[in-house]
């Protein structure tokens, strides 16, 4: 009987390494792998983006108003700070560290490598230069799909008041 507990204690000591989390990959094969996948020219090709959305939104908003031209003035002045407080914020310096603490937390030394190993592979590579476009279209091909969306959101929605509405004049008489 002891030498089937001392078997067994052993057994456990050296199996217990197996059953150990992977370890966190190393600060340095995630800011290969941020580089590789060209994260920090993701980030300014996104914020090309973000305003011309701005943009849109902004004459989406305005469609159909006569602007003054101080109004016009006062509208492009209050864009060009929303843009220059976004750049501020989201630079490639204060992000990083976000990018690197949310890689150790999600991804061990091994995915990490498979991924390194990946991305500098010609199937790799064309991941990174391709999907910058396919998300782009894909974003524009649903905001296309979203508009008659909206509109039945809409209807619903004035059909709902309507019925509101009705409901609070019999309620009143």
Not at 12 to 33: Q, T
Not at 46 to 60: F, K, S, V
Request: charged content about 30%.
């Amino acid at each position: 009987m002891k030498h089937l507990l001392v078997a067994l204690c052993v057994l456990a000591s050296i199996s217990c390494p197996a059953f150990a989390a992977p370890p966190p990959p190393s600060e340095d094969s995630i800011r290969r792998l941020l580089e590789v996948t060209e994260a920090r020219k993701l980030l300014d090709g996104m914020m090309t983006q973000i305003d011309a959305l701005m943009r849109r939104n902004m004459e989406q908003a305005l469609r159909g108003r006569q602007l003054t031209p101080e109004q016009e003035a006062i509208i492009a002045r209050m864009r060009n700070k929303m843009a220059d407080a976004f750049r501020d914020e989201m630079t490639w310096d204060k992000l990083e560290p976000l990018y690197v603490r949310v890689y150790r937390d999600t991804f061990t030394q091994g995915e990490v490598d498979g991924m390194l190993a990946f991305y500098r592979t010609d199937a790799g590579r064309a991941v990174i230069v391709k999907m910058p476009g396919v998300i782009q279209t894909t974003m524009g091909e649903m905001q296309l799909r979203m508009q008659p969306l909206i509109q039945k959101m809409r209807a619903i929605e004035e059909e709902a008041l309507t019925e509101l509405r009705a409901t609070e004049r019999k309620g009143g008489s």
